[in-house]
């Protein structure tokens, strides 16, 4: 298809570790994207899509309060990534840029006739077992603030989608999508090397949890079960675009149907790539769980955006690749001759 039929696409957090993931597929599937980022990351992204003619990368220092008149201009539908992570931003920002940062994009969006919003929620905002569209995790704005940045990071997803799917309710016209996934891991889309032009590990985001599977001492695991490869996250948000229901689910958790195993994963990488085995993480640090899978009923996803049961990525796929990138990333910085060893600290 050519780029004249499809639309030009905003993606918020364009340089993280899943928007640009997101962006890299649009390019690929021949949309034209604009990009926002902030920071010396507008640099680096620029650099690292410059072989790509139809993509831009703007400035918005803060999603929350931006004046989106100019970024907006020409754009038709939104993928809206951007939020902080655990441990990344204060209680007020990270409230302010989950709940007011989404409002706001929307507000903006629905000024400029701006029709389609696909955002990334989380399935942390979804009690244990219960992933129906009115399930929501019981913690509240006032335990948000308490301390804990897991605590807040689960409110500033609750509440900001459930803003979200409130200004759905009021705004019949456009139509809005939420794809709520548990933790993402998954190889860095090609070009991400360029944002991470020297260590940085938190742009690695959650796929910290892998990179540490390369230090023989670590320690360092996920906290529950439930993954999805980020190459699967990204294309969902991009079917959220093109619906095949116009009554689709509007609150919709996406997960991998395999099971995901870290002692499988140290397995699968001591196999395939022998020349890392000394480097390998022990597996008998793995956590052990009932499940390593989150049991949900993908069909909904299948019937309203096309993605069938059969073409989700495998957790040996999810690893290697991941694998494979972190050591391109590696091999680019002592190229440049810096010294750096895996983190001892959880990414998160
Ligand atoms: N990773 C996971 O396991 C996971 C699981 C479920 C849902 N999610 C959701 O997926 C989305 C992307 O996560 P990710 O893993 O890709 O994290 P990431 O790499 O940290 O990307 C998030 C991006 O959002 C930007 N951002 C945060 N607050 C902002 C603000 N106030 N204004 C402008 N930009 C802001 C960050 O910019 P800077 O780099 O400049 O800070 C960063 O580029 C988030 O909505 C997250 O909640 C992630």
């Known amino acids: 298809m050519s780029t004249e039929s499809k639309p030009l696409v905003f993606v918020t957090g364009a340089a993280g570790f899943l928007g640009f993931q997101v962006v890299h597929q649009l390019l690929e599937g021949g949309y034209a994207v604009r990009g926002a980022a902030r920071g010396r990351k507008i640099s680096l992204l620029r650099k690292a899509l410059e072989k790509y003619p139809q993509f831009e990368a703007v400035e918005i220092t803060d999603i929350a309060t931006a004046d989106y008149t100019a970024a907006f201009k020409g754009v038709g539908a939104i993928i809206h990534t951007a939020a902080p992570l655990p441990g990344r931003a204060d209680s007020e920002t990270a409230l302010k840029s989950a709940i007011e940062g989404s409002l706001h994009i929307l507000r903006e969006a629905q000024k400029a006739g701006i029709k389609k919003f696909v955002a990334t929620g989380s399935m942390v905002t979804f009690p244990e077992n219960a992933y129906g569209p009115n399930d929501w995790v019981p913690v509240t704005k006032e335990q948000a603030v308490e301390g804990n940045p897991f ?3 689960i409110a500033e997803k609750k509440f900001g989608e459930q803003a979200v799917l409130d200004f759905a309710d009021k705004h019949p016209d456009m139509d809005i999508t939420i794809f709520c996934p548990p933790w993402i891991f998954g190889p860095f889309a090609p070009g991400f090397e360029h944002i991470v032009p020297e260590p940085d590990f938190a742009a690695f985001s959650t796929d910290g949890f892998v990179y540490q599977l390369l230090r023989s001492d670590n320690v360092n695991y996920h906290y529950s079960p439930g993954v999805l490869d980020v190459r699967d996250v990204a294309r969902i948000h991009i079917a959220g ?5 116009p009554d689709h ?3 919709v958790p996406i997960v991998s149907p395999h099971d995901a195993d870290f002692r499988e994963a140290i397995k699968h990488i001591y196999e395939e790539r022998p020349e890392l085995r000394g480097r390998l993480a022990d597996p008998s ?3 052990v769980w009932p499940t390593y899978k989150i049991d949900l ?7 309203a955006f096309g993605i069938s049961l059969g073409s989700y990525k495998t957790w040996k796929e999810t690893i290697l690749d991941s694998i494979d990138r972190f050591i391109d990333v590696e091999n680019q910085w002592t190229s440049k001759g810096f010294k750096f ?4 600290a959880p990414p998160m």
């Open 241 to 245: 675009l093109n619906p095949l229901t």
């Open 151 to 153: 605590v807040l990071y």
């Open 285 to 287: 640090t793995v956590p």
């Open 249 to 251: 689910p509007k609150r």
């Open 341 to 344: 060893e895996v983190p001892t």
């Open 297 to 303: 009923d993908l069909t909904p996803v299948e019937k």
